[in-house]
């Protein structure tokens, strides 16, 4: 199935659950980057190794062959994350946010853009923490290209 939504990897919870993988997701001293992809993946919540759902893995599609790039603006790995956090101060609620995700500058052409996996360059295998499709192809010519994280964070939870 190609791209239709956006999903959290089972694998990235169950890791963090069974406390088998070092995930600091307030982004002290892991780095989180977004990588941008066209139609090529198809995402799949349910793969079951970190191989799997990493970045530019020998076994994963979420390589570089499949990734939309600008060498300076958006090289390939993506951008990285700026500050994001865990918040907890709505009842009932957990959601995990960053500052919305730019380009360097004006970029000079990134095409088909579909979504983006989020993933983990500090940890081995570089493993996707979600991946997030942007309702159909995005492009931008000469400008700023910006993820804008939903209102509600990159993932959230209701407890």
Not at 97 to 122: H, I, K, N, R
Request: aromatic share 14%; net charge negative.
């Amino acid at each position: 199935m190609a791209w239709s939504n956006s999903k959290i990897f089972r694998f990235m919870l169950g890791s963090v659950f069974a406390n088998s993988a070092a995930y600091d997701l307030s982004g002290t001293p892991d780095t989180f980057k977004a990588a941008l992809y066209n139609t090529t993946p198809t995402p799949d919540q349910n793969v079951a190794t970190d191989v799997l759902t990493g970045y530019n893995g020998a076994a994963s599609q979420w390589v570089v062959a499949n990734e939309v790039t600008d060498a300076t603006n958006w090289p390939a790995g993506g951008r990285p994350l700026v500050t994001p956090t865990i918040d907890v101060s709505v009842a009932a609620t957990v959601f995990w946010d960053a500052v919305d995700t730019a380009s360097v500058g004006a970029t000079t052409t990134l095409a088909a853009v579909f979504g983006t996996l989020v993933y983990d360059d500090t940890l081995t295998n570089k493993p996707g923490i979600t991946y997030n499709y942007f309702g159909g192809t995005q492009s931008v010519t000469s400008g700023t290209f910006t993820i804008i994280w939903h209102a509600n964070g990159i993932f959230r939870f209701t407890i």
